[in-house]
């Protein structure tokens, strides 16, 4: 069922910390979406970084810079009736307030991806907790940098104890919730 013209797009912003199962999620649920006629675009934290930011760093303000990027291409693409599930670390809470401002609180589900260290360390899929482990200096959210978890998210997902299916329906509802398709 295509997206009617009166109903307003949102943004899915999956945050957590690396390997907890964010861009899993985001390319889940575009799936999801696309194969009931929505039109969505992911933006994944570590594509962005290969471009439109490829000239930031991981220091807080340039991880919070991260964030607004994005926000604004998130933005750009729920004005053009286009879903948009972003997921990035995104480990501050400003960036995630900025974000969520830029965007609209209307248009803006926040979820933390919520999977414990632990478990992420184990997962390891780009080998950064590893390097991390002989390396302190490459400040890894959840290592050597904080992340700092959401005060109040409108979902929160444990990929370790939640199956795919069963987050990406969680996910799907919200936005029958915000009455959005």
């Not at 295509?2 to 390319?27: E, F, N, R, V």
């Not at 194969?35 to 000239?55: H, I, M, Y």
């Not at 729920?78 to 879903?83: R, T, V, W």
Request: charged share 20%.
């Amino acid at each position: 069922m295509p997206q009617k013209l009166h109903q307003q797009t949102i943004t899915w912003w999956l945050s957590g910390l690396p390997g907890a199962g964010k861009t899993t999620l985001a390319h889940a649920l575009a799936l999801r979406l696309r194969a009931t006629g929505f039109p969505v675009c992911v933006l994944d934290g570590d594509e962005l970084r290969q471009g439109l930011s490829k000239d930031l760093g991981f220091s807080p303000a340039d991880r919070d810079e991260q964030c607004r990027r994005t926000a604004e291409m998130a933005k750009l693409l729920n004005s053009n009736g286009i879903y948009a599930i972003v997921a990035l670390v995104s480990p501050h809470a400003s960036g995630r307030a900025t974000a969520k401002d830029i965007i609209g609180a209307s248009q803006f589900i926040e979820t933390h991806v919520a999977t414990p260290l632990h478990i992420c360390q184990q997962r390891d899929p780009k080998g950064w907790y590893a390097r991390a482990k002989n390396n302190p200096v490459l400040q890894l959210t959840g290592v050597s940098a904080p992340y700092e978890e959401p005060a109040s998210p409108d979902c929160v997902i444990d990929t370790h104890q939640v199956a795919l299916p069963d987050a990406i329906n969680q996910l799907f509802s919200f936005a029958k919730e915000f009455n959005t398709l």
